[in-house]
């Protein structure tokens, strides 16, 4: 159980085109999904969190019209990097929270295999 | 701001070796997470420990919430073991924070 997975694995694109990401929760339902992005030999940083039928909350420093965060369903979220530039280029992961906040894992999330996105 | 830390940053080990990997974080934490990153990218949970110690196989890992700390034990090393380690702590809401990673190499 707790599969989560992520389409595309990789895309490339033109700069100055539009790319969306899908993540899914497979087996469960997640009302608060998140997006983290990862560049080469660091840590994973938070890029916003998404909630279910409702706006997302984005991390300091990122621009939300320029990743834009779509939440529609409960197994489904989306990112979509508008006009994507060269310095986009990225590992964009995914994760879904499993955990109630009052059960006996609070909080757990579980993650999506990852997009690799290059912007030419 | 909250840190989390790991050590060491990389390890190189022959096959078959045992090996302790540390978390350090600067504040009290709600939960704690530790994940293996495979080599093609995929995050693996391995283990969910706020405190005290599981094992599972091979590995076990331990939280000291109280000092801040937590290890995780990888007894008789595979190669399939090699990736980077990264332990993720919830600071009193539900956002992630990640630990620097520790890239592990196992050589036949």
């Known amino acids: 159980g707790a599969v989560v997975s992520q389409h595309p694995s990789r895309v490339i694109c033109k700069s100055g085109t539009s790319v969306k990401i899908e993540c899914r929760s497979l087996?469960?339902?997640?009302?608060?999904m998140f997006w983290y992005r990862q560049f080469p030999k660091q840590s994973l940083m938070l890029m916003a969190t998404?909630?279910?039928?409702?706006?997302?909350?984005?991390e300091q420093g990122v621009e939300k019209d320029k990743f834009l965060i779509n939440h529609a369903s409960l197994t489904l979220s989306t990112l979509t990097v508008t006009s994507a530039h060269p310095e986009d280029s990225s590992f964009y992961i995914c994760s879904a929270r499993i955990g109630l906040a009052g059960g006996p894992r609070p909080y757990e999330q579980y993650f999506g295999p990852g997009t690799r996105l290059t912007v030419t | 701001g909250i840190q989390v830390e790991q050590s060491p940053p990389d390890l190189i080990l022959q096959e078959g070796a045992n090996s302790t990997l540390r978390c350090n974080f600067s504040?009290?934490?709600?939960?704690l997470q530790w994940f293996h990153q495979n080599p093609w990218g995929q995050l693996i949970n391995l283990f969910y420990i706020p405190s005290g110690t599981k094992q599972n196989g091979r590995l076990s890992a331990t939280t000291v919430a109280t000092e801040r700390y937590s290890l995780l034990y990888i007894s008789s090393s595979q190669t399939t073991d090699s990736g980077v380690y990264f332990c993720?702590?919830?600071?009193?809401?539900?956002?992630?924070?990640f630990g620097t990673g520790t890239r592990l190499t196992i050589i036949p």
């Open positions: 087996d469960f339902q997640a009302t608060t």
């Open positions: 998404s909630n279910e039928g409702s706006k997302a909350t984005y």
């Open positions: 993720a702590v919830h600071f009193g809401n539900e956002k992630l924070t």
């Open positions: 504040d009290s934490v709600n939960n």
